[in-house]
């Protein structure tokens, strides 16, 4: 069993930068990919980025070159840093596990998602 608890949201402006971090239980977490997803209201929730076990990263277009994603497994936390926040960013970010084949693309995990954290506001004033 992981717990996945995230935290680091909040209300920012445009421009701004914020940064998520989520703390997982469990003595496997350097075996799981790592995921944020976010979910804005009435629409869909969909992946911004992941790492891999390897640290393989992936982002959504819309995050590319504004997010990163990082995780450091001696402290069983994996961390999103936004830059260039828009108000587009608006929205519930949730942290995720899943134990993926190798060779499964980071960006298939929502289908796998073993471990769900319970979500944290972020919210983007423009």
């Known amino acids: 069993q992981v717990q996945l608890v995230e935290s680091g949201g909040g209300l920012v402006q445009a421009g701004d930068s914020l940064r998520l971090s989520c703390a997982a239980s469990?003595?496997?977490?350097?075996?799981?990919?790592m995921g944020w997803f976010r979910q804005a209201p009435g629409k869909e929730r969909e992946i911004v980025a992941g790492?891999?076990?390897?640290?393989?990263?992936y982002f959504t277009d819309s995050a590319k070159g504004r997010f990163t994603i990082s995780r450091n497994n001696a402290k069983n936390t994996v961390y999103l840093q936004m830059n260039s926040l828009k108000p587009e960013d608006t929205a519930v970010y949730y942290c995720?596990?899943?134990?993926?084949?190798?060779?499964?693309?980071?960006?298939?995990?929502?289908?796998?998602?073993?471990?769900w954290g319970q979500g944290t506001q972020v919210t983007v004033s423009s």
């Open positions: 995720a596990a899943a134990f993926l084949r190798p060779g499964t693309p980071i960006q298939t995990m929502g289908r796998q998602v073993d471990y």
């Open positions: 469990g003595r496997t977490f350097s075996s799981y990919a």
């Open positions: 790492i891999s076990w390897a640290e393989t990263t």
